[in-house]
C-alpha cells in the first residue's frame, strides 16, 4: 500500500508539473488560444489529483468540499450580478459554461485553493484560528497573482478594468469563513501534494507578471 501510495503521489506531482510548464510554453506559443481554452481541463485535473490523493474518505468530505464551492457559487453571482462582495465584475469564455454568469469551474477553483492553502497552513502551525487566518491569507495572495492576467486570459475582468480594492478585502473575508469552515471537519488530504498545487498555481500566474 505504502508503495502503491508513494507511485501515486510521484505520479500526480508530475503531472501537475508537467500541466503547468506546457501551460506557460503554450500560452507563449502561437497557440496561445489553444492552450487557454483548455483552463477548464487544468481545473478539473487539480481537483481529480486532489481527490485521487485523499488519505482516507471522510465521512464529512462531501460537505467539506461543498462549503467553498457553495461560498465561491454565492459570492460570485453576487459579484457579478450586482457588484457586491468583489466589486463590478464579468467572466469572459476560457472558464468555461456559466450558471448565472458565473463558470461551474470557477466553483470548483475555490474547492482546489481552499484545500491547498488549507493544507499548508496547518503544516506550518498547528494553531486552529492561525491557520485559518493563514489559509486566507494564502488564498488572497493568490488572488492578487491571477487578478494580473485574468483579463489578457479571458477569463474576467473589472469594470474600467480596474480591481477594486474591495475585490481583495472580499477574497480574503470569503477565504476566512471557508477555511473556518472546511478546517473545522479535518479532512484527512495529501499536504505535501498540496505545496505542489499551490506553488504550481503561483508559479504559472507569477511568470506572466513579467511576460
Same mark, same amino acid.
Given at each position: %500500500?505504502?508503495?502503491?501510495?508513494? /507511485? @501515486?503521489?510521484?505520479? +500526480? ?23 487557454? +481554452? %483548455? ?15 485523499? @488519505?482516507? /474518505? ?5 460537505? $467539506? ?32 459554461? @456559466?450558471?448565472?454568469? *458565473? ?11 481552499? *484545500? $491547498? ?10 494553531? @486552529? ?28 475582468? /473589472? ?13 480574503? *473575508?470569503?477565504?476566512?469563513? $471557508?477555511? $473556518? ?18 506553488? +504550481? ?8 507578471? /513579467? *511576460?
Amino acid at each position: %500500500m505504502i508503495v502503491k501510495d508513494t /507511485f @501515486k503521489y510521484k505520479i +500526480s506531482v508530475f503531472v501537475i508539473w508537467l500541466f503547468t510548464i506546457s501551460g506557460v510554453i503554450g500560452i507563449l506559443s502561437p497557440y496561445s488560444d489553444w492552450f487557454l +481554452s %483548455m483552463t477548464p481541463l487544468n481545473l478539473i485535473l487539480y481537483f481529480i489529483i486532489i481527490l485521487l490523493n485523499l @488519505k482516507t /474518505f471522510h465521512k464529512h468530505l462531501f460537505l $467539506a468540499f461543498s462549503i467553498p464551492f457553495l461560498l465561491g457559487f454565492i459570492t460570485e453571482a453576487l459579484g457579478v450580478n450586482y457588484g457586491l462582495v468583489y466589486g463590478s465584475y464579468s467572466y469572459g469564455n476560457n472558464l468555461g459554461p @456559466k450558471i448565472i454568469g *458565473v463558470p461551474f469551474l470557477i466553483c470548483i477553483n475555490w474547492v482546489v485553493l481552499t *484545500v $491547498a492553502s488549507s493544507d499548508i497552513a496547518r503544516s506550518i502551525t498547528k494553531n @486552529k484560528w492561525v491557520s485559518v487566518v493563514l489559509g486566507a491569507l494564502l488564498m488572497t495572495a493568490l488572488d492578487v497573482l491571477i487578478e494580473v492576467s485574468a483579463p489578457r486570459f479571458d477569463f474576467w475582468e /473589472f469594470e474600467n478594468g480596474i480591481v477594486p480594492l474591495q475585490n481583495y478585502i472580499g477574497w480574503f *473575508v470569503t477565504s476566512l469563513l $471557508a477555511h $473556518a469552515a472546511y478546517q473545522n471537519l479535518n479532512v484527512k488530504t495529501n499536504r505535501p501534494l498540496s505545496w505542489h498545487v499551490y506553488i +504550481s498555481i503561483a508559479v504559472f500566474f507569477g511568470v506572466f507578471i /513579467f *511576460v
